[in-house]
């Protein structure tokens, strides 16, 4: 077996791939494969690799080199590695200021969950205001969206809340904008963006609590009456004559899927509008971090694994691309273990570098609070594994205080 280290830029269907990811990492079904078409291809090029391992005994074709003149570099042999470095001579990591713009984002979130709040609470009586303040806080975020230059990723969220809805709405709101900004969208429609997540679902605040907030398993007329949720929320804006026509189309359509699977139309494709399209997908992704009655909820990386084995048949694969460009292929709230066995938390996540997010380490006998974020853009070790909050011992739940929601804000 002659094993090559190799830039993604030199893979060509036919070559044979080890890929340095966990298979929570990845759609395929195994780690080490021949890559047989162009889709293939493309997937693991979306995983942001810097260098993977080819097999050139099993490949149907040599590695050429990337440059005139460079030559692949042979692996040494298995079991052998060098010790890693665990950071960079010169590290550029500010973690005091990464810190700051941790709380930072975690009150502005606490402020939208108080602002959502009393904004829904004046619906009933004075709608007008209730509506006008929904928009005020869509508008705000959306200032600091276009205030900001460059890449821009997602806070872990740590507060503790009570509200499931507004938790929820304000997740979709918040990364749906961030995945029109990257879609280039205008200003006026981030802002369309923002207002359809946050009122997607205000259907359910004519569904009784017991049954939206069920822990158990809901019966089939409790089911039913919860999938009444998106009539109720088209009725509901209809009759306050609340925002653009399109915005209200999301409330009664988020839950149709391409392959007509959804309800409450059954509709597919082209017959579901765009921006129902991209809230539904969000919507979705929250859904399997927070489900309802005994569904199990998935860790963040394996709610991405899912969404990659669902792109094209219920959800578009272009922005399922960009959602996991996004949140990472570790999203904020991941349990993971790095190459040196050290578990770690990720907080925080950049589109430029989806497998290299921040992470807080697991330091024995320490407070979370006084252990130094790293920056896996500027350390050698990698993340190898994800972990379950079941996996933990007593110790490590303690310092990592995993919460039974995730919640994220922008990384500003």
């Known amino acids: ?33 021949k890559i047989k078409d162009q889709q293939q291809l493309d997937i693991i090029r979306h995983l942001d690799l ?4 080819v097999d050139t005994d099993k490949s149907d ?22 010790a890693p470095s665990h950071a960079t001579e010169t590290a550029l990591f500010d973690d005091k200021a990464w810190r700051r713009s941790l709380r930072s984002a975690d009150k502005a979130f606490g402020q ?18 209730g509506l006008a303040n929904v928009a005020q806080l869509v508008r705000n975020v959306a200032a600091r969206l276009r205030e900001h230059q460059g890449p821009l990723g997602l806070h872990l969220i740590r507060s503790v809340h009570s509200d499931i809805l507004l938790q929820h709405s304000l997740n979709i709101a918040f990364i749906a904008m961030l995945m029109a900004r990257e879609l280039e969208m205008d ?20 569904v009784p609590s017991q049954i939206s907030q069920k822990r158990g398993e809901l019966t089939r007329s409790e089911q039913n009456y919860l999938n009444m949720h998106p009539q109720y929320g088209l009725e509901m804006l209809n009759q306050w004559q609340a925002f653009e026509p399109r915005i209200r189309q999301v409330a009664h359509l988020h839950h149709e899927r391409l392959d007509g699977s959804g309800f409450p139309l059954g509709i597919k494709g082209g017959e579901i509008p765009p921006l129902a399209r991209l809230i539904g997908l969000v919507d979705y992704f929250d859904e399997l971090l927070h489900p309802r009655g005994t569904s199990q909820p998935v860790a963040p990386n394996q709610a991405i694994s899912q969404l990659y084995k669902l792109s094209q048949k219920k959800f578009e694969q272009p922005l399922v ?32 570098q989806p497998l290299k997010p921040k992470i807080l380490p697991y330091a024995k006998g320490q407070r979370s609070e006084g252990v130094p974020l790293i920056d896996l853009r500027e350390d050698e070790r990698t993340i190898i594994a994800s972990l379950k909050p079941e996996e ?14 995730f919640c994220y804000y922008f990384a500003f």
């Not at 810097?50 to 391992?53: C, G, H, R």
């Open 112 to 129: 939208s969950m108080l602002d959502l709040r009393e904004a829904l609470g004046a619906l009933n009586l004075k709608p007008d205001e």
């Open 392 to 405: 933990l011992d007593d110790a490590q739940r303690h310092f990592f205080n995993p919460g039974r929601r």
């Open 187 to 206: 200003p006026l429609a981030i802002e369309e963006v923002g207002l359809a997540g946050l009122v997607h679902d205000i259907g359910e605040l004519r």
């Open 50 to 53: 810097a260098l993977l391992t």
């Open 321 to 352: 691309k960009l959602l996991i460009k996004l949140l990472g292929v570790y999203p904020p709230g991941s349990l993971v273990q790095l190459s040196d066995g050290v578990l770690a938390l990720v907080v925080s996540t950049e589109p430029t």
């Open 61 to 82: 074709l040599p590695l050429a080199p990337l440059l005139q003149g460079d030559d692949p570099v042979e692996l040494p042999p298995a079991g052998h590695s060098p």
């Open 1 to 33: 077996m002659a094993l090559m280290q190799a830039s993604i830029e030199q893979l060509r269907i036919g070559h044979y791939v080890h890929l340095p990811v966990g298979w929570q990492q990845h759609p395929f079904l195994f780690n080490a494969f």
